[in-house]
C-alpha cells in the first residue's frame, strides 16, 4: 500500500489518516549539563509499541545511554552483540536483573544516539526493547526485557558518565 501524500488545502480522509502508522506522540528538549532525562506522559493506552529517538546533542564524554522505565530500578535483563568497525570478532556484553537497560544509546561531543523500539511499556505485562547502538568506534543491536508485570508512562534516558546537553528525545506512537 502507498502511503498517502496530503497538500496544503486537502480535506484529510478518514481512510487516509487511518494509514498512517507512526504518530508523534512527545517532543522533550534535552537541558544543558544534565545526567538524565525524565520524560513523562509518554506511554499510554493508545499504542503498544512507541520508537524513542534522541538526537542533536552532545555529551561531555563518550558515554553510554540507559533507558529505565518510570521509577522502577530492578529486573533489567539485556544483552548487545557488537563488533568493532575495524574488527572481524563479534563480541557481546550482558547485565542481569539491572537497575536499568544499558546500552540504548551513545553519544559523545558530536552526536547524541538513541533509536529503540519499546514494546507494551503501558501493559501491566514485561515491557521489551530493541535498540540500535552506534558508538564511535562499534556498532551492536541491543535487546532486553524488564522482568516487572506493570504499567508505566514514563521513562528516563541516562549517561553512564559525564552529562548531555541539548538535543530532543521524540516518541512515536505504531499504530496498532
Known amino acids: 500500500m502507498a502511503y498517502p501524500v496530503f497538500a496544503s488545502g486537502d480535506v484529510l480522509n478518514a481512510s487516509d489518516m487511518n494509514a498512517v502508522g507512526l504518530w508523534l506522540v512527545k517532543t522533550q528538549t534535552v537541558g544543558s549539563g544534565v545526567t538524565s532525562v525524565a520524560v513523562s506522559s509518554a506511554f499510554s493506552s493508545s499504542y503498544d509499541s512507541y520508537l524513542v529517538t ?8 563518550n558515554p553510554v545511554l540507559t533507558f529505565k522505565l518510570g521509577a522502577s530500578a530492578t529486573g533489567y535483563y539485556n544483552s548487545m552483540p557488537y563488533v568493532s568497525y575495524a574488527g572481524t570478532t563479534a563480541q557481546a556484553v550482558y547485565a542481569a ?7 540504548a544509546g551513545y553519544c559523545g561531543p558530536n552526536y547524541t544516539g ?63
Open 54 to 61: 534522541y538526537s542533536g546533542g552532545a555529551a561531555s564524554t
Open 97 to 103: 536483573n539491572a537497575a536499568n537497560f544499558n546500552w
Open 114 to 176: 538513541i533509536h529503540a523500539i519499546v514494546s507494551d511499556p503501558f501493559l501491566s505485562k514485561y515491557t521489551r526493547i530493541s535498540a540500535f547502538y552506534q558508538a564511535e568506534n562499534e556498532a551492536g543491536t541491543m535487546g532486553g526485557i524488564h522482568k516487572v508485570a506493570s504499567s508505566y508512562t514514563d521513562f528516563t534516558i541516562g549517561v553512564s558518565a559525564g552529562t548531555l546537553t541539548g538535543g530532543t528525545i521524540r516518541v512515536y506512537g505504531l499504530r496498532n
